[in-house]
């Protein structure tokens, strides 16, 4: 969940993370997709990036304005 709590993340189909307004009460259309299963989500305090860790060891760093990779190691 994000830190002012807007959003839920959550795997709803395999290799992507979708997000849950709490605010509409709706799933937004955007996805964080990913390679492999996703293991781990963590939201910044300022909810500007979400980090997600996956099954293979990639590190991803999200722009949660854009939905844009801004880091994969």
């Not at 997600?52 to 854009?66: A, E, F, H, M, S």
Request: aromatic share 12%; proline share 0%.
């Amino acid at each position: 969940m994000s830190h002012d709590s807007k959003f839920i993340f959550y795997e709803r189909i395999s290799n992507e993370i979708s997000l849950w307004s709490t605010e509409t009460q709706k799933e937004l259309e955007n996805r964080f997709v990913h390679d492999n299963s996703v293991v781990e989500v963590l939201v910044t305090k300022d909810n500007k990036y979400i980090f997600t860790g996956t099954d293979n060891g990639i590190l991803y760093k999200w722009g949660l304005q854009d939905m844009q990779i801004k880091i994969k190691v």
